[in-house]
């Protein structure tokens, strides 16, 4: 599988023109005076199916042939990637199934089915998604979009950074959130095209930290069923495309805890009317809590969803 470039980021920037909303930057006054910097907001959760993986999931699919539409495409994920591969595949009349867990937010596999996809379910601690998704693939004929370990899905997801590179090109740091590595490869493609020297910092759950251990081992490295509210950054591992783009570059990682998600969470809420999942929240929790001085910087922060279950994200906001 031959790796994106840089290129292939401004490339994905061109195809998502028209299809791909270039979404808000927000700003918000008490924050800069908490940090004494300038905090500049994307806000991907008012992107089309509440997250920026539609972005990666519509790239990837204008990239099929006439035999792979006709057959359809398969994929897995814990709801957004779900969502976003069921709307792309309807854009593009391409049949869908989305293997989703079956503990995975109502509201995402809802939506997902509510674009057309075909859902399927399995329960994550006794079955293997990729195995399952690799078998009913096989059995259909359909082509497999993983979440974060294909080429269009990582330079589509790079156009989220491009876009804030471009309107604020004199960041000195971007904080993004960290899953499967997608999103983080992408954006350190984007800087690349840019010729930026912003600092890119990857952000992920303290209870899933897959790309701390993997840049310390040289490799990816796989966990367990990581227990963390960030839902839509439990894969086990690390994207091995993804990792080696991440590997190369050698970004600093930090971690957020699920009570400094709950604090970020509460603040979107309570200060910017934004209403934000868990993993959304992480790139910002990492800025505000992971001991980066960031007084007098210009920092860019990817929030990267929004999709929550309003019962489970009253209790987050209650507890």
Same mark, same amino acid.
């Given at each position: 599988m031959t790796p994106p470039t840089p290129e292939d980021v401004q490339a994905a920037?061109? =195809?998502?023109?028209?299809?791909?909303?270039?979404?808000?930057?927000?700003?918000?006054?008490?924050?800069?005076? =908490?940090f004494g910097g300038q905090l500049y907001f994307k806000c991907e959760n008012v992107q089309r199916t509440g997250s920026f993986k539609f972005r990666g999931a519509y790239c990837a699919l204008a990239q099929f042939s006439e035999p792979q539409r006709g057959q359809g495409v398969l994929s897995y994920s814990s709801g957004n990637h779900a969502q976003a591969i069921a709307l792309?595949?309807?854009?593009?009349?391409?049949?869908?199934?989305?293997?989703?867990?079956?503990?995975?937010?109502?509201?995402?596999?809802? $939506? $997902?089915?509510?674009?057309?996809?075909?859902?399927?379910?399995?329960d994550r601690a006794k079955e293997d998604r990729q195995a399952l998704s690799q078998r009913l693939a096989l059995e259909r004929g359909m082509s497999v979009?993983?979440?974060?370990?294909?080429?269009?899905?990582?330079?589509?997801?790079?156009?989220?950074?491009?876009?804030? =590179?471009?309107?604020?090109?004199?960041?000195?740091?971007?904080?993004?959130? !960290?899953?499967?590595?997608?999103l983080l490869a992408g954006s350190l =493609? /984007?800087?690349?095209?840019?010729?930026?020297?912003?600092? !890119?910092?990857?952000?992920?759950?303290?209870?899933?930290?897959? $790309?701390?251990?993997?840049?310390?081992a040289g490799q990816p490295v796989a966990m367990a069923h990581p227990r963390t509210i960030a839902d839509a950054a439990q894969a086990t591992a690390l994207a091995p495309l993804a990792f080696d783009?991440?590997?190369?570059?050698?970004?600093?990682?930090?971690?957020?805890?699920? /009570?400094?998600?709950l604090g970020a969470l509460r603040f979107f809420a309570q200060r910017m009317k934004l209403v934000v999942e868990p993993t959304g929240a992480l790139a910002f929790a990492g800025a505000r809590d992971g001991g980066l001085d960031i007084r007098g910087k210009r920092v860019g922060i990817i929030v990267s969803g929004g999709n929550v279950d309003l019962a489970r994200y009253a209790r987050f906001l209650s507890d």
């Amino acid at each position: 599988m031959t790796p994106p470039t840089p290129e292939d980021v401004q490339a994905a920037a061109r =195809l998502l023109a028209g299809v791909a909303p270039r979404t808000p930057v927000l700003r918000s006054t008490t924050i800069d005076q =908490l940090f004494g910097g300038q905090l500049y907001f994307k806000c991907e959760n008012v992107q089309r199916t509440g997250s920026f993986k539609f972005r990666g999931a519509y790239c990837a699919l204008a990239q099929f042939s006439e035999p792979q539409r006709g057959q359809g495409v398969l994929s897995y994920s814990s709801g957004n990637h779900a969502q976003a591969i069921a709307l792309a595949a309807r854009l593009h009349d391409i049949p869908a199934l989305v293997v989703v867990p079956q503990d995975a937010d109502v509201t995402k596999m809802e $939506a $997902a089915r509510g674009y057309g996809a075909q859902v399927v379910t399995f329960d994550r601690a006794k079955e293997d998604r990729q195995a399952l998704s690799q078998r009913l693939a096989l059995e259909r004929g359909m082509s497999v979009v993983p979440p974060a370990d294909h080429p269009q899905v990582i330079a589509g997801q790079g156009t989220v950074a491009l876009e804030l =590179l471009q309107d604020f090109p004199r960041l000195d740091y971007l904080f993004v959130p !960290v899953g499967g590595g997608a999103l983080l490869a992408g954006s350190l =493609l /984007a800087a690349q095209a840019l010729g930026s020297d912003c600092e !890119v910092v990857g952000v992920e759950p303290e209870a899933a930290n897959r $790309a701390q251990r993997s840049l310390k081992a040289g490799q990816p490295v796989a966990m367990a069923h990581p227990r963390t509210i960030a839902d839509a950054a439990q894969a086990t591992a690390l994207a091995p495309l993804a990792f080696d783009i991440i590997r190369r570059a050698a970004p600093q990682m930090l971690t957020a805890t699920d /009570a400094q998600l709950l604090g970020a969470l509460r603040f979107f809420a309570q200060r910017m009317k934004l209403v934000v999942e868990p993993t959304g929240a992480l790139a910002f929790a990492g800025a505000r809590d992971g001991g980066l001085d960031i007084r007098g910087k210009r920092v860019g922060i990817i929030v990267s969803g929004g999709n929550v279950d309003l019962a489970r994200y009253a209790r987050f906001l209650s507890d």
